[in-house]
Structure formats: C-alpha cells, structure tokens
C-alpha cells in the first residue's frame, strides 16, 4: 500500500513563506527529486531569482502563471490600475489587473497544478496559492480535492491566509508554520532585494 505524501503549509504575515518553500524545494533537488513549481501570483517577467532553478536543475518544471498581486482598496484607484504606498516613503506596489484577469490566471494555475501532479513528482509547491483562496480566486474545495489525489506526492502549500476560509486546508495538512511578521524593511519604504527577497 503506497503512503501518502506530507503536505506543508508556510502562512502567516510574515516574510519567508516562499523563502521556505524554496528550501524545501532545492533540497529536493540537490537529491535529484522531481520537483513541480506553481506560482499563483508572480510572473516569470519579473526576473525573480527562483526562476532560474529549472535552467539549473532538469528535473526542475516552473510555472509562473500570475498576474501580480491584487490590491484590493479602491483608494488605491488609478486610471486602469491600482497604486498602493509601501510604508511611508513614497515606493510603490502596483496592480494593473483586472480581478477577472487574476480569476483567470489563478484558475489557470489550478490546472497547471492538477497537470503536474497528475506527472507524479516527488514535491509539488503551489507558491501563494492561500492568498488566492482567501481572495476568492479558488475555492478551498478544489485545493482540499486536489492534495486527496497527492498519492505519493508531497505538497508545500504557502501565502496569507483567512483562517475562515482556509480553514480545512490546515486542519489536513501535516505541518503548518506560520511566520510571524516582527518588523519589515517595507515598513521603512524599503523595497525588495536581489538575492535576499527575490
């Protein structure tokens, strides 16, 4: 009888959701394991350093199929797009969109998802793919639906989450660690760093 793989959540306000699905995912590799990537929000166009492990590892697949990520607040509103200030030094996040675009994309990432699954890799990471749930971009139902055909594939699951709309996601899977935010270079209106965040 085959043993079901574990599944891993990385959650929380904190930084070091995907940082940790990273690591998970390169010792997988360093093992020579399959290892199946999902990114529900980020877009290969953004140059991200993860992007680079199938150049480097062939039994690497990365699938960047977002379209960034939503901001919700309408005061935010800008022409065709949304503008929103990070901490209080004028540096910016922008959303440019449409929530019917980033329904489509995270739909489209869910059966990216169920297509790599179905090649049987060692580890499956479906980077963010909590936030789209919380933001009603995908139902819990067809996360839960999907990690019951894991089989023998583990899952590493991350982004924020709403405990109410996440909750039977975490109640199944083996390991949920939150990352709790303390303090942030974002809220000084520092952005992101080549090879530290992205």
């Not at 580890?123 to 909590?130: I, S």
Request: proline share 3%.
């Amino acid at each position: 009888m085959s043993k079901l793989g574990l599944v891993y959540v990385f959650t929380g306000e904190g930084k070091g959701k995907t940082s940790a699905a990273l690591g998970v995912a390169t010792r997988a590799l360093l093992l020579g394991k399959k290892v199946s990537w999902v990114a529900f929000y980020k877009q290969a166009s953004w140059g991200i350093a993860e992007a680079k492990l199938a150049d480097t590892f062939p039994h690497m697949t990365m699938y960047f199929g977002g379209h960034g990520f939503m901001i919700h607040d309408s005061r935010f509103k800008r022409g065709n797009g949304k503008v929103a200030p990070v901490g209080g030094k004028g540096n910016v996040v922008v959303d440019t969109a449409s929530e019917e675009e980033h329904l489509q994309a995270a739909q489209a990432c869910l059966v990216q998802a169920r297509e790599q699954l179905a090649k049987k890799p060692f580890l499956l990471v479906m980077d963010e793919v909590l936030n789209a749930v919380s933001e009603g971009l995908i139902q819990e139902n067809e996360v839960l639906e999907l990690l019951e055909g894991r089989g023998e594939t583990h899952v590493v699951l991350t982004g924020r989450s709403d405990p109410h709309l996440t909750r039977m996601i975490l109640v199944k899977c083996d390991l949920v660690t939150e990352c709790k935010k303390v303090k942030h270079p974002y809220d000084e209106g520092n952005l992101a760093v080549a090879g530290l965040d992205f």
